[in-house]
């Protein structure tokens, strides 16, 4: 991706006077590059907890050819020798999710989202919003209404400002701001400096940003 971007006449693609015209070409390339460069995959829900490892399944099916065993025999040596296979397997369950769980607190401040899902994937009760009473006291029966609910109700909290009168301000600076200078190193330090976040409504994701800094901090330096 980074050699497409190198590629593109930047000067040349964005020669509008008009900035939103300039961003609506760079967001339209940097959009058009995810889709042909970047791989997509559906995740696939995984009944095993997020500590599980080779080991575990290993020490398992141990266990389930020791229980066999028995069950064929009902020796005492093969209820012995699974009575260790299974408190292998417990203890290897104990041990890992001791171990990914401390990892997450280790990892708090780097990843906290990786912290709160965890937590919330062991929460019992999920919470929900709803029904609730409409303003002609039936009750909700959609996500909709519910919506349309919580939107009336924060609505109604806001301040009602009198438009009629709107002060000036005591002061006013003469001054304006006539050059602007964005070099490629201040942009280049930004973006490799950027953080994980989910896209916003430009749909640029901030990990292609960062990825692709050196090349991206030529489009965006250019000033109409």
């Not at 020798?81 to 780097?110: D, P």
């Not at 896209?199 to 109409?224: E, M, N, Q, R």
Request: aromatic residues 10%; hydrophobic residues 30%.
């Amino acid at each position: 991706m980074n050699e497409y971007f190198m590629g593109i006449d930047w000067a040349d693609r964005m020669c509008s006077d008009s900035i939103d015209d300039n961003w609506e070409v760079f967001k339209q390339l940097v959009n058009d590059a995810a889709i042909q460069f970047v791989p997509t995959s559906t995740p696939k829900a995984s009944k095993s907890p997020p500590w599980w490892t080779k080991s575990i399944s290993v020490a398992i099916k141990a266990k389930h050819s020791a229980l066999s065993r028995y069950r064929r025999s009902r020796s005492c040596a093969d209820y012995a020798n699974y009575k260790t296979k299974r408190n292998i397997v417990k203890c290897k369950l104990r041990t890992a999710q001791k171990t990914y769980e401390q990892s997450l607190l280790n990892k708090f401040k780097s990843n906290p989202k990786a912290f709160y899902s965890y937590v919330k994937s062991k929460q019992k009760v999920k919470p929900s919003i709803g029904p609730l009473e409409k303003t002609d006291g039936s009750s909700t029966t959609s996500d909709e209404e519910i919506t349309d609910v919580l939107n009336r109700y924060f609505e109604s909290t806001f301040t009602q400002e009198d438009l009629s009168y709107i002060p000036s301000p005591p002061f006013r600076s003469e001054e304006s701001i006539c050059d602007v200078n964005i070099s490629e190193s201040i942009v280049l330090e930004k973006l490799s400096t950027l953080k994980d976040k989910t896209p916003g409504p430009d749909s640029i994701h901030s990990y292609v940003l960062k990825a692709c800094a050196h090349a991206l901090c030529t489009p965006y330096s250019i000033c109409p």
